[in-house]
C-alpha cells in the first residue's frame, strides 16, 4: 500500500509568517493533489500537480512536486487567520492521502 | 445543486444494527469513492467503483459492503454495526480513474452507542 506522511501534523503560527507543510510518498507516482478541509466540513479541492517540478500558486498558498525526492510542498505565504484549516496531500490515481496538518493561525 | 450527495448526513445507532449510507452524484462521472475519516482525521480509503466495477477494495471488515446500482450511485452498507465504526465517511467522484481531481460530499457522521 501506498504511504504519505506529511510534516508536521500540527502547526500553529502567527499571522505575517511563512511556513512549509511537507507531504512525502513511499512509492512512484506523478499526481499529487493537496486539499483543504474546515472544521466539520468536506474537502475542498486546492491544487492538482500532475508531472514532475509542477509548481502552483492561489493566493498565499503555492504548491509544488519532485516526484524523483517522492515529495511535494505547500509553502504559506504571510499566514492570515482564514487559512487555519487541516490541509491533506493524496497521492497516485487511487487517491491515497496524507496524515493531514491541522493548521492554526494565531492573530 | 450538490454534486456529490450523502444521505443521512447524521447517523447514531446502536451496536449491532445495519445501517446504509447512500450517495449520488449528478456530475456525469466514471468513479465513486468511500473514505473514512477517524477522529483524527485520517482519511482513509475503502472503496472505488469505476462504471459500477469494484477497481479498489482496501482492508476492511467484510461486514461493510459497497453497492453501486449505476454509475451516479455508490451506496455503503454496514452490518453488524461495532463503536470503532464511528467516524465520518466521505463519498466522492472524479471523472475517471486516471488522476483527475476527485470531488467529496459532505461526510455522513456515524455514532454507533
Known amino acids: 500500500e501506498l504511504k504519505v506522511e506529511q510534516n508536521p501534523l500540527f502547526l500553529s503560527m502567527q499571522e505575517g509568517k511563512n511556513y512549509t507543510i511537507y507531504c512525502n510518498y513511499s512509492?512512484?507516482?506523478?499526481?499529487l493533489y493537496w486539499y483543504r478541509q474546515d472544521p466539520g466540513k468536506s474537502l475542498e479541492s486546492l491544487f492538482v500537480?500532475?508531472?514532475?517540478?509542477a509548481v502552483k500558486q492561489e493566493g498565499r498558498l503555492m504548491a509544488s512536486l519532485d516526484t524523483k525526492a517522492r515529495l511535494s510542498t505547500l509553502h504559506i505565504t504571510a499566514a492570515v487567520h482564514d487559512l487555519s484549516a487541516t490541509y491533506f496531500c493524496?497521492?497516485?490515481?487511487?487517491?491515497?492521502f496524507g496524515t493531514g496538518t491541522s493548521l492554526t493561525v494565531i492573530p | 445543486d450538490t454534486a456529490v450527495s450523502q444521505t443521512p448526513k447524521y447517523l447514531v445507532t446502536q451496536m449491532g444494527n445495519d445501517k446504509s449510507i447512500k450517495c449520488e452524484q449528478n456530475?456525469?462521472?466514471?468513479?465513486m469513492y468511500w473514505y473514512k475519516q477517524d477522529s483524527k482525521k485520517f482519511l482513509k480509503i475503502m472503496f472505488s467503483?469505476?462504471?459500477?466495477?469494484?477497481?479498489i477494495n482496501e482492508t476492511v471488515p467484510n461486514r461493510f459492503s459497497p453497492k453501486s446500482p449505476d454509475k451516479a450511485h455508490l451506496n455503503l452498507h454496514i452490518n453488524s454495526l461495532e463503536l470503532g465504526d464511528s467516524a465520518v465517511y466521505f463519498c466522492?467522484?472524479?471523472?475517471?480513474?486516471?488522476?483527475?481531481?476527485?470531488?467529496f460530499g459532505e461526510g455522513s457522521w456515524l455514532t454507533v452507542v
Open positions: 466522492a467522484s472524479s471523472p475517471g480513474t486516471q488522476g483527475n481531481t476527485i470531488y
Open positions: 512509492t512512484t507516482s506523478d499526481r
Open positions: 500537480l500532475l508531472s514532475n517540478g
Open positions: 493524496a497521492v497516485g490515481n487511487q487517491f491515497y
Open positions: 456530475l456525469g462521472h466514471d468513479t
Open positions: 467503483y469505476n462504471n459500477k466495477e469494484l477497481i
